[in-house]
């Protein structure tokens, strides 16, 4: 399984949170698995963003479609993003 990890800062959480909800890149169509997102303890408008997918392929794919995204976001609203696609290679759960 391969995933993009997305980081960035953002304006107003919850304005991003609505962005993100009504799915500029198409989730579904665009092959993400899953996602999960977290927030900075020191800073809550610091996001990460972890979504799933099948292969690395479409993971890249995906970033690629995130980026105009970004782009076209409102001032403020998405900060200093920065995308990479990764795959797992060990998890141990304790």
């Known amino acids: ?6 980081e ?4 107003d959480y919850a304005q991003w949170k609505a962005m993100f909800d009504s799915d500029p890149a198409g989730r579904k169509e665009g092959g993400v ?6 927030r900075g303890v020191q800073d809550p408008n ?6 799933s997918f099948d292969d690395a392929s479409t ?10 995204v970004w782009a076209s976001a409102p001032a403020g609203a998405i900060q200093n993003a920065t995308g990479v696609v990764v795959e797992a290679q060990d998890e141990v759960q304790l």
């Open 1 to 6: 399984m391969a995933h993009v990890h997305a």
């Open 8 to 11: 960035f800062t953002v304006g």
């Open 33 to 38: 698995r899953s996602y999960q997102i977290s």
């Open 46 to 51: 610091h996001v990460l963003l972890d979504l």
């Open 59 to 68: 993971a890249e794919a995906f970033l690629e479609r995130l980026k105009p």
